[in-house]
């Protein structure tokens, strides 16, 4: 079995993992295009066991947002808003950018002694950095935050940017979360976002298969199989034969990989990467997205309708003004009543 990593989840992120699964079960996916203090703690505190020049990274990070941000200054220290948790959220996107960029541009070309131990021990080092393995875990802080950014290819980028996440997998859990027939399918593709995101690849597949299974079975498709269903899938109309055509050789990859990558079968670390995970997770939403008849700019307007419908009602809760008492019963009195005074 692939090993958990270096930081496996304790108690806490555990029940937090939790709790947003079965927000997301809820109300679905809810991408953020900032960084919560919670990821700049886990970084900062990451940062000590990828480098041996953690302020060195700090200060070329600074540098770097002074030139690259938006306003060109620099209010808050990155150390701050890391480790302190100091500034905006927003802020602390650039922040974590700035310092994937120091990081990498330092484990270039980094020949500058460090210092070590205690203050003014005048003890020196060659500076040593881990730029993969830091560069892959702190994309996997932001997909458990679910912050729409992630460091690829030596960019720092919105996944939006990818055409697969803004056409397949962001439309994929909207439109599984806004059906409860679907309910699921949206917790399997979810999962899979999750057991990607803790670098559990093996898991990660192994969860897109079943999330692509109930997606088949909510449909009306049985089967014991992915290929049954989709036998099953023309047999009772939901496909036409040119559809399992197209389908069969994917759904066929599905199962073939999940029997040689799945969590539920050994095999030797490394053999299962993220990218083997990712194009699990982007076949099953694919599927999802094929197979509803939806546009994918479609989906994602009819989401952007029921949040805005859903703020409508919340203010107007807020605005409605309490009930009075009623008073009147006090003064009510028939024709034939005396006059009450």
Same mark, same amino acid.
């Given at each position: ?5 270096? &930081? ?24 953020? !295009? ?22 060195? +990274? ?27 948790? *100091?500034?905006? *959220? ?14 990498? @541009?330092?484990?270039? =070309?980094?020949?500058?002694? +460090? ?17 993969? !393995?830091? !560069? !892959? ?9 679910? +912050? ?7 960019? &720092?980028? #919105? ?11 962001? #439309? ?24 990607? @995101?803790?670098?559990? #690849? ?13 997606? &088949?079975?909510?449909? =009306? ?61 982007? +076949? ?44 009147? =019963? ?10 009450? &005074?």
């Amino acid at each position: 079995m692939s090993s958990v990593g270096r &930081f496996s989840p304790l108690p806490s992120e555990i029940r937090r993992r939790q709790a947003l699964a079965e927000l997301e079960a809820r109300e679905g996916v809810n991408w953020l !295009e900032s960084c919560p203090p919670s990821v700049g703690h886990k970084v900062y505190a990451l940062l000590g066991g990828m480098t041996n020049a953690t302020y060195r +990274v700090l200060t070329h990070a600074d540098r770097h947002r002074t030139v690259g941000s938006a306003e060109g200054s620099v209010e808050v220290d990155a150390w701050r808003s890391l480790e302190n948790g *100091d500034g905006s *959220d927003e802020d602390r996107l650039d922040v974590v950018a700035a310092v994937m960029y120091a990081f990498a @541009s330092l484990a270039k =070309g980094d020949e500058d002694l +460090v210092e070590v131990g205690e203050w003014n021990s005048q003890e020196w080092e060659k500076p040593w950095y881990r730029p993969t !393995e830091f !560069e !892959e875990t702190v994309n996997d802080f932001l997909l458990g935050a679910r +912050v729409n950014w992630e460091f690829r290819d030596g960019r &720092f980028l #919105p996944r939006t940017s990818s055409v697969l996440h803004d056409e397949v997998v962001q #439309p994929a859990t909207l439109l599984l979360e806004a059906d409860p027939k679907f309910s699921k399918a949206s917790a399997g593709l979810q999962l899979a976002l999750t057991r990607l @995101s803790e670098n559990r #690849p093996d898991a990660a597949i192994t969860d897109a298969g079943a999330a692509l299974q109930e997606l &088949f079975r909510a449909l =009306g498709a049985t089967g014991n199989s992915i290929g049954d269903q989709l036998n099953a899938a023309q047999r009772i109309g939901l496909i036409t034969a040119a559809d399992r055509n197209l389908m069969k050789p994917i759904t066929d990859w599905v199962n073939a990989d999940r029997s040689d990558h799945g969590n539920a079968h050994a095999h030797r670390d490394g053999d299962v990467t993220r990218a083997d995970a990712w194009l699990a997770i982007h +076949v099953a939403a694919a599927l999802a997205v094929r197979l509803s008849n939806q546009e994918p700019r479609e989906i994602n307007a009819a989401r952007a309708r029921r949040d805005e419908q859903r703020r409508l009602r919340e203010a107007a809760e807020v605005a409605r003004p309490e009930a009075l008492p009623d008073t009147r =019963g006090s003064e009510r009195f028939s024709s034939g009543d005396e006059t009450p &005074f």
